[in-house]
Structures are given as structure tokens and as C-alpha cells.
């Protein structure tokens, strides 16, 4: 006989293999008070607590069939959600690195912006040493 690794499958197996069981307590018990160990009313008692356990396994088999079920449509669910959460993640990825990408031609541009402002600052004191120039230039031409 197969060790069952879960309640489930201790509950199907009691109940595939002890089917008969109860049946054949109860016939045992019968023949019990002839020996005169208990009453027919004990063994009665005892037959009819057999019962209702047997009855109460297989209402147990069934609501471990319908968990059981139940939990694979939680599974289902689960994974559903994975797929969405992993094309969630990937969207964030590539939004990371889109605005990586903006961060890296902003830096560029800043430093394209320094640069021009440089060049326009030098261009401006080139404009005044020529303007400068320009009048010596002219007071120099006019003496």
C-alpha cells in the first residue's frame, strides 16, 4: 500500500480501501455480545458511530475534492497575474532605459548649451577687442 503524502490523498485512499470496513466492524460487533464482552446495545452504538464516521470520510473526500479544485483554479489565477506582473516589470524596463536614453542626450545637450554659451562669450569679447581696435583705429586716424 502507497504512504499518502497529503490529507487528500490519505482521505481517497481510507475510503477506496476501507470501503468494505465498516461493514465488516459492524458484522464483528454483531458477533461481539455473543462473546459477552459488551451488550448488542454497545455494539449497536458502536456500529452506528462506525457508520456515520465512514459517512462523515466521504463528505470529507468531497470537500477535499472541491478545495482541491478550488485551489487549482487559484493556481490558474496566480499565474495569470505573474504573466501580467512580468510584462509589467518588462514595460518598466524598457521605460527605464528610454528615459536613460533622454537623461544621456539631456547631459548631451547641457553640455552642447555650455559649450555655445562658451564660444558666445568668447565671440562677445572679440566683438569689444574689435570694437576697441576699431576706435584706436579711427582716434589714430583722425590725429
Known sequence: MNTPTTIADAIRQLVKTDNDAPRLIAEALQ??????LITQQEAQGFS???DEQAEEIKSLETTVNSL????QDLQVDIDKV???LD??????DHLEG???????EIG???RDVSRLERDLGN??????DLKSELAEAREGGNQ
Do not use: F
Open 82 to 84: 505573474k504573466e501580467k
Open 108 to 110: 548631451d545637450l547641457e
Open 87 to 92: 510584462a509589467a516589470l518588462d514595460k518598466i
Open 31 to 36: 458477533e461481539i455480545p455473543e462473546l459477552g
Open 68 to 71: 482541491e479544485s478550488e485551489n
Open 98 to 104: 528610454q528615459i536613460s536614453d533622454r537623461d544621456d
Open 123 to 128: 565671440a562677445e569679447d572679440e566683438i569689444e
Open 48 to 50: 452506528n458511530t462506525i
